[in-house]
């Protein structure tokens, strides 16, 4: 699908929730989840997870999609167009910075999957020792050669495909990644709940200790849903921009929540076993699943050798292609504002987003070897720009998205929208709640968790 230019429709609504799903699931629910669910706790971290999915991110979705097929444009043009003449449409220039910042710090964690890729093309992650495991990660990321040309390979790769417009390309090979990498994933499950000492991972993921949950952790909740449905930063709704008018944002909404969160929770459980079983320490950050992966493949190598490096191998190949549908969705934001704003030729739009990015993507990637002891806010720079988009950005973003459905729009357009012009059946009862529940509930607890979370 080309963003730009003529706005064609997505072809059907099976196609926008392929497309939802491949910008939604990727290294947030892979590599970020299971690192969240270590800081915070695992159970309770994983129930004020769901919960936030639920009653917080998928009525968000709803909201940026309504603008988005509404207005038919790019965020600052939708805004322009709806709310003429008014302030909203600076929300297009938020969701660019929140965009690149995301985009910067994301093709570090891609450049480690990449750089994963091509060690288990040697087999060295399948034949490899576990005990040793976590120091092939440290090695990566401590060398800023490696860790810095990884990271210049993924985002140079999101550029050229956004550039090449071969977006289509990658979408069909994603019908093959997706589901490739989610039979690997249930694979991992069962052999890591299968490893010694599993046990009290898998007891860390289900018995919830609420004591370990504050307001750090639902803020930390909230801004994971948000992350890890891509909420908040415009790709929503520059997707919804293409979404047929008789298609149900409703049901796209609760397939793109529901597949992304089972892609989490798959995570989580494929990862924290194995975490226990090697006695890594869960609140490990970051680094957590990059240092776990190497483990898990390496026993599986021990006791079958073969499909250890097959496993291996489709596995990273799967995660790579993940990264890349997410990370493109990021980089079109930036790209879309230049080219429809200001009139930049698509490559200068690419090239002045690259270059600021790759610089950025540098502090970010040392943040992880010579880097790692200078600290803004008491955080890394990587840290801090995963912490302020999601924390901070995105949930603001979000807030302003509800807050311009539920105050700024027509009653009556939201109700098309969401009936997508009396062709999908919403009776009044149902319609009056969740138009209750966009003006009056999702705005304060949105702002709640945000101010908890900002004072404490
Ligand atoms: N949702 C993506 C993930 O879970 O990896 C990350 C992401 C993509 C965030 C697109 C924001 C976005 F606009």
Same mark, same amino acid.
């Given at each position: 699908m080309n963003m730009i230019g003529k706005r064609e429709n997505f072809g059907s609504q099976f196609t926008f929730i392929m497309a939802m799903a491949g910008s939604a699931i990727g290294l947030g629910n892979i590599w970020r989840f299971p690192y969240m669910v270590g800081e915070h706790g695992g159970a309770a971290f994983i129930i004020a997870y769901i919960l936030c999915c639920l009653t917080i991110a998928l009525p968000g979705f709803v909201c940026e999609a309504i603008i988005g097929r509404r207005a038919r444009l790019g965020v600052y043009g939708a805004f322009s167009k709806l709310a003429p003449g008014t302030k909203w449409k600076w929300m297009g220039a938020a969701c660019v910075l929140t965009s690149f910042i995301i985009v910067s710090f994301y093709s570090v964690v891609g450049g480690w999957s990449l750089d994963f890729l091509l060690r288990s093309l040697t087999g060295k992650l399948s034949h490899g020792n576990p005990d040793g495991a976590v120091a092939i990660f440290n090695k990566m990321a401590a060398s800023p050669v490696e860790s810095i040309s990884m990271m210049a390979a993924f985002l140079g790769l999101t550029a050229l495909i956004v550039l090449g417009g071969v977006k289509k390309g990658i979408e069909k090979f994603t019908k093959i990644t997706m589901p490739m990498l989610f039979f690997l994933m249930l694979l991992i499950v069962v052999f890591s709940c299968l490893l010694p000492g599993a046990g009290e991972g898998i007891r860390y993921l289900i018995k919830p200790d609420f004591s370990k949950l504050d307001g750090d952790g639902w803020a930390a909740a909230l801004g994971q849903a948000f992350f890890s449905m891509s909420l908040g930063m415009g790709t929503v709704l520059i997707y919804s921009s293409f979404m047929k008018k008789e298609d149900s944002i409703i049901k796209s909404g609760l397939w793109t929540a529901g597949s992304d969160t089972m892609f989490a929770l798959i995570s989580g459980f494929a990862i924290m076993p194995a975490v226990f079983s090697a006695g890594i320490e869960p609140s490990a950050g970051p680094p957590l699943v990059y240092e776990t992966l190497p483990y898990i493949f390496a026993k599986m190598g021990q006791d079958a050798p073969i499909l250890g490096y097959a496993?291996?191998?489709?596995?990273?190949?799967?995660?790579?292609?993940?990264?890349?549908?997410?990370? @493109?969705?990021?980089?079109?934001?930036?790209?879309?504002?230049?080219?429809?704003?200001? &009139?930049?030729?698509?490559?200068?739009?690419?090239?002045?987003?690259?270059?600021? &990015?790759? @610089?950025?993507? @540098?502090?970010?990637?040392?943040?992880?070897?010579?880097?790692?002891?200078?600290?803004?806010?008491?955080?890394? @720079?990587?840290?801090?720009?995963?912490?302020?988009?999601?924390?901070i950005l995105m949930t603001l973003g979000a807030l302003v998205f509800v807050l311009f459905v539920g105050w700024k729009m027509k009653k009556a357009d939201v109700r098309d929208e969401l009936t997508s012009g009396g062709t999908v059946r919403l009776g009044n009862g149902v319609f009056n709640v969740i138009y209750f529940l966009i003006r009056w509930i999702i705005p304060p607890a949105i702002l709640v968790i945000f101010l908890i979370n900002i004072l404490q």
């Open positions: 496993v291996t191998l489709a596995f990273f190949l799967a995660v790579l292609t993940a990264a890349l549908t997410s990370s @493109i969705s990021m980089f079109e934001v930036c790209v879309e504002h230049a080219v429809e704003q200001y &009139g930049f030729k698509r490559w200068q739009a690419v090239l002045a987003f690259f270059v600021p &990015g790759f @610089i950025l993507g @540098i502090f970010c990637s040392l943040s992880f070897g010579p880097m790692k002891d200078v600290k803004l806010f008491d955080k890394t @720079i990587f840290d801090l720009c995963d912490y302020a988009s999601s924390n």
